[in-house]
């Protein structure tokens, strides 16, 4: 394995669809820790997904994940595990017994398949359950299930495609925490979504994909940071808002400062001169600072932005 | 900068392993075992194997008593051809009777094989593992011959066995060398089988994610088949070659019951004979639906595999 390569590298991919163009000279860079794949439905998301499982040969460009191009290579899918976006479920069957037969065609024996099945379904919480069929889980736990089967066979590369689809607030939280600690483990975790805020807490960087292009790629933060047209918008809370508003004034790069009950909201061109300023005042005289807040820094608003 | 320097977990997982048709076959084979009708009628062929074992039984010692001899007072070779005889009398009775049932195995087994997978979407769970579509249909289409072997082939290859165990001490070798023949016409009767019976449920099975749908057309052609040769017989007394190939479970029975017909040298034995499908015809339908339920399935998987 090339070691100086991302784990997934992606140069100028694309993909038609007979005459309809699923996704357009990509290029992206992903490593380890968590990666948001976003964008609207029909982005192009499912197609760099399939693409990077080698479920999909790439009509121009290529796609190494692990330093091997997947199309074709059934053999690197030891290393991927995939939690694809539709439910499969065997009716009947228990979740661990299921679990290990998948376990199994990654070359474990049965026992050594039983034993990882088991370790993953407890990982997601579905310890409780080993002999429930999967057909009669609720949407939650065959999330959950679904991502157990990504992970028993201990893959470095984890691909989920909407994994918290259909999740109330308790099963999100769950499972977010859950590819919170796969990043945090080293792998190299991509995580699809079209609603924003659900990988806002998630990834680190992202990827947004829009109408088969990348329009964006890094953590939103600098991602934010190149978008001069748009004016960074901050909340500031004070106990004295006049006054924070008049020294923020003198702040570089400020355009407006409109004053509320709880603080301040400004709008400055230059973030980075601004957050220095702010942080030079804040040992000196003047109004205190309680907080600070994004006020446009979300995914929601950078992805925005990026489409207008 | 290294991916490992980023933080990258490396692969410590596995390379190698049993092959991934194996898995599936031994999988398969598991779970169509635990099914209630595979247990009844796994019950009902041994029920007839036995009956027909106590009948040889009962013929083989008729015999002796008959010729007025006591076992040990028998001359050497005396009694090999009548239960030569007896054996080809009572797999011929065994194996017709066993028809039915046989039938109704491979549809209840055979017909769900793949249309369970495609009715649980289990598809792209499997094929995002390291096996390729190959290693699906092989593991899939194996399923029923290995059933039909242990199930259906392997009694009569008991009989065969016990008859040798039953015969005086000086006739054994003789017995044996009398029916050398009889182990390579149940290879047939297995081969036939297995390439008729997997092909056709195998064919029906990929083309339908509805299990009952699948079973009630591999039924109509293993039955429709049966009906039609017999009403061919019905109107002109032989049926005509092809029509007579029509018949699943007469093709799969020639070689099981020729040999007992040709030992009989009377009119309707001739008769009987005459009207047996032509072997080689057999073979190449029971090759010709294997190879063609091998490849719907292997294209079945290869289209979730891999896209062009």
Redesign the interface.
């Known amino acids: 394995m090339n070691t100086a390569a991302p784990t997934i590298a992606i140069e100028r991919l694309s993909k038609w669809y007979g005459d309809v163009l699923g996704l357009n000279e990509v290029t992206a860079d992903i490593g380890p820790g968590v990666t948001g794949l976003l964008g609207p439905n029909g982005a192009g998301k499912s197609t760099l997904l399939k693409l990077v499982c080698g479920m999909l040969r790439p009509s121009l460009g290529r796609v190494r994940v692990a330093g091997e191009e997947p199309f074709g290579n059934p053999g690197l899918m030891r290393r991927v595990g995939l939690c694809a976006e539709q439910d499969a479920a065997y009716p009947g069957l228990g979740a661990w017994e299921v679990l290990t037969y998948l376990t199994r065609l990654h070359g474990f024996t049965k026992t050594q398949a039983r034993d990882l099945a088991r370790r993953a379904l407890e990982r997601v919480d579905l310890g409780q359950v080993l002999e429930r069929s999967v057909g009669t889980f609720s949407k939650g736990m065959r999330q959950r299930f679904k991502l157990a089967q990504a992970l028993a066979h201990d893959p470095d590369v984890v691909i989920l495609d909407e994994p918290l689809n259909g999740l109330d607030p308790t099963g999100r939280r769950a499972l977010s925490e859950i590819i919170r600690e796969l990043g945090d483990e080293g792998r190299c975790v991509v995580v699809s979504s079209h609603v924003l805020h659900e990988v806002e807490s998630l990834a680190r960087r992202s990827v947004f994909l829009f109408q088969g292009r990348v329009l964006a790629e890094g953590t939103r933060e600098a991602i934010r940071s190149e978008l001069p047209d748009h004016p960074l918008h901050v909340r500031l809370l004070t106990p004295e808002p006049r006054l924070l508003a008049q020294r923020l004034l003198e702040a570089p790069g400020v355009v407006s400062v409109t004053t509320t009950a709880e603080g301040v909201e400004a709008l400055t061109t230059q973030a980075l001169a601004f957050f220095d300023h702010l942080q030079a005042s804040a040992g000196g005289p003047g109004p205190a600072i309680t907080a600070i807040l994004p006020g446009d820094e979300d995914l929601e608003a950078v992805f925005r932005y990026l489409t207008r | ?4 320097a ?13 092959p ?1 048709w194996w ?2 076959l031994q ?1 398969n084979v598991e ?1 169509v075992r635990a099914t209630k009708a595979m247990r009844v009628l796994t019950v009902l062929l041994l029920i007839m194997a036995c009956c027909v074992g106590l009948l040889l039984y009962a013929q083989i010692g008729l015999d002796e008593k008959l010729a007025g001899l006591s076992p040990k007072q028998a001359a050497p070779g005396a009694l090999v051809e009548s239960s030569r005889t007896a054996l080809l009398l009572a797999l011929r009775i065994y194996y017709t009777a066993a028809t039915t049932v046989v039938s109704l195995l491979a549809i209840l087994t055979g017909a769900g094989l793949v249309a ?1 997978d495609l ?4 598809l ?9 579509a190959v290693d699906y249909a092989l593991g899939k289409a194996l399923v029923l011959p290995w059933i039909l072997l242990t199930r259906a082939a392997a009694p009569g290859l008991v009989l065969w066995l016990l008859a040798g165990a039953w015969q005086q001490p000086g006739d054994t070798q003789a017995f044996w060398e009398a029916t050398q023949n009889v182990p390579g016409a149940i290879g047939t009767y297995l081969l036939l089988c297995a390439g008729g019976y997997a092909g056709l449920t195998l064919l029906v099975s990929a083309g339908t994610s509805r299990r009952g749908v699948a079973s009630a057309l591999a039924a109509a052609v293993i039955f429709g088949g049966f009906v039609l040769r017999g009403i061919g017989l019905f109107r002109d007394g032989s049926a005509g070659e092809l029509l007579r190939l029509t018949s699943l479970p007469t093709n799969v029975l020639a070689p099981i019951i020729s040999p007992h017909w040709e030992t009989m040298h009377d009119k309707r034995s001739q008769w009987l004979l005459d009207r047996l499908p032509d072997p080689s015809g057999a073979a190449i339908i029971a090759g010709g639906l294997f190879l063609l339920g091998f490849l719907r399935v292997w294209k079945r998987a290869r289209s ?5």
């Open positions: 900068m290294t991916v490992h980023r933080g990258y977990r490396p692969y410590a997982g596995l390379f190698g392993g049993p991934a898995v599936i999988a779970a369970d009715r649980a979407r289990a792209t769970l499997l094929m995002v593992r390291p096996i390729r979730v595999e891999v896209s062009e």
